[in-house]
């Protein structure tokens, strides 16, 4: 059995990569941007270049264990912390605690459903659907997306997934530092504004890709 520190430090690594993996992903999603014609062909061409990359495929593994690894190490701490009475709620410190941190459980719950979700769209199609090709021959990951995105509701549910990302993002890359023992003033101080900064940057960034595409997509 994992001591409580140990799937502290696990919890943290598992965030650290996701948190990684969030950024790439997000630079690659940046061609949804770009005018329809381009943004198809060339949005489809990397799609295909991850898809048959046996290195990609190798950290694709990594991902999806660390997502597993993640949601559940969240669920058995936050589990333990209210066995225990650990519970923000009732407690003098859940005066000067985030109210991201108090909630921390209910934003990876919602990030879970969203992940689902987002995954038996596209990735679930896109691997073993029968998608229509492009002019170049590629799965047309593309159209399938702006299929995706011209519906209101998942364009909604997809901003309010990215608004419990970015509070889950703040508070968990903040906690990291703390767990990989940075405890200066100067480095958690400068580590919690980055991450504010790099949380919002990257969420606002993947909720603006949906309405974009819902507001010029044909």
């Known amino acids: 059995m994992l001591s409580t520190l140990s799937r502290k430090m696990l919890m943290c690594l598992t965030g650290l990569f996701l ?3 969030l950024l790439i992903h997000f630079l690659g999603n940046l061609q949804l941007f770009l005018p329809p014609e ?11 270049f991850l898809s048959g990359n046996i290195l990609i495929k190798m950290v694709s593994y990594v ?3 660390s997502i597993i690894l993640h949601a559940l190490d969240g669920l058995i701490i936050t589990l333990k912390n209210k066995k225990s009475g650990g519970n923000y709620q009732s407690d003098r410190r859940g005066r000067a605690s985030t109210w991201s941190s108090r909630n921390m459980g209910i934003l990876g719950t919602l990030i879970l459903i969203f992940l689902v979700i987002h995954f038996q769209n596209f990735w679930y199609v896109y691997k073993f659907g029968n998608p229509p090709l492009d002019s ?3 799965k047309d990951l593309y159209t399938l997306v702006v299929t995706v995105f011209k519906e209101w509701w998942y364009v909604i549910i997809y901003v309010i997934s990215m608004v419990a990302l970015c509070y889950h993002l703040i508070h968990g890359i903040y906690s990291a530092t703390r767990t990989l023992g940075l405890y200066h003033p100067k480095f958690v101080q400068w580590f919690k504004t980055a991450g504010i900064v790099y949380s919002v940057v990257i969420c606002a960034g993947f909720a603006l890709m949906p309405v974009y595409v819902f507001f010029t997509a044909n």
């Open 63 to 65: 991902l999806y264990a």
């Open 19 to 21: 948190s990684f993996f």
């Open 38 to 48: 381009q943004a198809q062909l060339q949005f489809n061409a990397y799609s295909h």
């Open 136 to 138: 170049n021959g590629n």
